[in-house]
């Protein structure tokens, strides 16, 4: 193990290194979290839906991603579509990952809207709105609020398996102390270094979604 | 039930065993730098380097083991007794040099400036803006590091290689044996200008003195009998381990 004061050390002189993969390992999480949330939720209403097709096309989405890990789905989109469309990396990453969220992300959603109690259908129902009401005005604000445990914890895991993109050499957090350790022979502090980095972020992350989820609560979502 | 998990524990200790031992000679290679390493259809590691390691533990009356193992920690995999030795065509640099010993060179090649067809960059003035591609811990890298401030660093030189043939970046700074075996597996790419001769050595840990001498020993003889020549002829089709010094190094 290295010494304390090594690690110290190191952590300072390489910190605008880490600095800008942290940048990046920020991007391609949020770009695909968002991407992630649109397709999730565009799948659980397709695995809600009364349409037997529709619910084969969420089913036959949701087994691929699931069923394939996220490397190979990220060299896929990497090296694969190259004949059809040239994709940068940073779109292929988040792509990639945007795509495989959107998978855990959907059944999230779709668990949460369906432990929604059917009472609350029927008021909507009662009180004349529309089904497009019902959903945007009851049912999916409460679904949001059951559904955010899962969904932060869902956050926490994209932004770690963002490093899987240094793999087609995104300079991510992850690519930066690999390739540090590789040039100074001293793997092993690069690697408690970012590790310290990717600590950070997910503690930053879960209190953010802690903040949200006692506002909502408090506003009265329930 | 309970006593199940004593096997498994057993079996656990069983791999915390140093795999180092008098009768084995391990050695670790990436696997990944056809056609110095690879690994066959049978998943059995083969080439240049393995060819080399296994000869030599032959003469030294020992079992070979080689190793596939991540390019990028071969080094650091030496220098903590992970296995003997690396014959893992590891150019012979000073900054290794301060953490494992090296053998006598094995091999002689370089690197070598790869870019699309028709493409034409010139070092180092026509490089200093491009993106290069290059193997992570490798010598390449640090090369490439003093041209471009647009560094792509992937796992392997050969994944380096494929992200060229398929449109991404400018160049790919490899070495030039493997770049011209990447050419004729159809890789669309082809090889500019040398950037100097490098020699590679075995690497073994510094502490570990009488493995080197023997190793050095069984080279030379391996040299001098033609074995090392004709290792080199099965996979090149010539003799790979004397210095050409044809090639001039880049400015």
Known sequence: MPSFAHLFETFVSSAPLFLKGALLTFELSLASVLIGLAIGLFFAFLSLSKIRALNAISNFYITLVRGTPLIVQIFVLYFGLTDVVQISGFLAATLALAFHNGAYLSEIFRGAIQSIDRGQYEAAKSLGMTSYQTYARIILPQAFLRALPALGNQFIIALKDSSLAAFISMDELFNMATTQGANNFDQMTYLIIVAVYYLVMVMALSHLVNLVEVKLKRSGAT | ?251
């Open chain 2, 1 to 251: 039930m309970r006593l199940l998990i004593i096997p498994f524990i057993l079996a656990l200790l069983a791999g915390c065993q140093s795999q180092n031992n008098e009768e084995t000679f391990t050695f670790a290679s990436s696997g990944e730098f056809r056609p110095f390493s690879f690994t066959d259809d049978q998943g059995a590691l083969q080439g240049y380097d393995i060819d080399v390691g296994r000869e030599l533990a032959k003469r030294m009356n020992k079992e070979a083991k080689p190793m596939k193992y991540k390019f990028p920690s071969i080094v650091e995999g030496v220098k903590n007794g992970r296995f003997d030795a690396a014959v893992a065509s590891h150019t012979i640099t000073d900054e290794r040099k301060e953490h494992v010993a090296f053998t006598i060179p094995y091999y002689f090649s370089g690197p070598q400036i790869f870019t699309r067809n028709g493409e034409e960059y010139h070092a180092p003035e026509g490089i200093k803006t491009k993106d290069i591609a290059v193997s992570k811990g490798s010598t390449y890298a640090t090369l490439a590091a003093k041209f471009t401030d647009k560094l792509s660093v992937y796992d392997s030189d050969i994944t380096a290689l494929e992200a060229l043939n398929t449109g991404r970046h400018d160049l790919v700074i490899t070495d030039a044996i493997t770049g011209a075996m990447a050419i004729k597996r159809g890789l669309k790419v082809q090889g500019l200008e040398k950037l100097g001769e490098s020699r590679q050595g075995i690497a073994v840990a510094k502490e570990n003195t009488e493995l080197l001498q023997l190793l050095n020993k069984e080279l030379k003889s391996m040299q001098t009998d033609g074995t090392l020549k004709s290792i080199g002829v099965k996979y090149f089709g010539r003799d790979i381990s004397v210095s050409t010094e044809i090639i001039k190094p880049g400015n």
